[in-house]
């Protein structure tokens, strides 16, 4: 088995690739984007972090938030968000298919993939290209032909505040960051 070695650092800023289980296009559906919402946000008040970019897509998330000074543990805060979000969907009707082998063994639903890809964000321009990312994702895998297009992201926070010229990611950034390997 893979040894995961996790950075874990106090108020870091860190980028999350979340994923479905067999990546299954559920998460932009009105119903799987209100139980993400109130389990997202029932987190954030019992577990604090800032969000400070985030990208839905029918199969997969990818955020970057900003951990409290005296906080390191992402993945309290992803476990919180995924058990919600499975038992809000079920409360509310979504069907879950019952686990197989080892999941069924664990007790645990067929929504999530297991693990989430992490990155810490070390510098300004670490966090440059990875909102880039972030918001170039939708036009990359081909759903919008610019990212304005696409309703689930932070993108347009962004533009409003001038972050974004009008007009940017209607081609691929030159110095977008490679994150493959982490979807």
Not at 14 to 40: G, I
Not at 48 to 62: G, K, Q, R, W, Y
Not at 155 to 175: I, K, N, Q
């Amino acid at each position: 088995m893979p040894d995961y070695r996790r950075v874990r650092i106090p108020g870091a800023i860190y980028f999350f690739t979340v994923v479905t289980y067999e990546r299954k296009p559920f998460l932009t559906t009105a119903r799987s984007r209100r139980c993400l919402r109130q389990a997202w946000l029932a987190t954030r008040r019992k577990l604090p972090f800032e969000s400070l970019a985030v990208c839905l897509l029918p199969d997969h998330l990818h955020c970057i938030w900003r951990l409290p000074e005296s906080d390191a543990d992402f993945s309290s805060r992803w476990r919180s968000i995924k058990g919600r979000f499975t038992r809000l969907s079920r409360a509310h009707g979504r069907p879950v298919r019952r686990p197989e082998g080892s999941r069924a063994r664990r007790r645990e639903a067929s929504v999530w993939q297991r693990r989430f890809w992490e990155h810490w964000i070390r510098d300004e321009e670490d966090l440059r290209r990875h909102l880039d990312y972030v918001h170039y994702n939708p036009v990359k895998h081909g759903y919008v032909r610019k990212p304005e297009d696409w309703q689930w992201t932070s993108f347009h926070r962004y533009l409003a505040r001038g972050w974004y010229e009008v007009g940017w990611g209607h081609r691929e950034p030159e110095a977008i960051v490679d994150l493959d390997a982490g979807e």
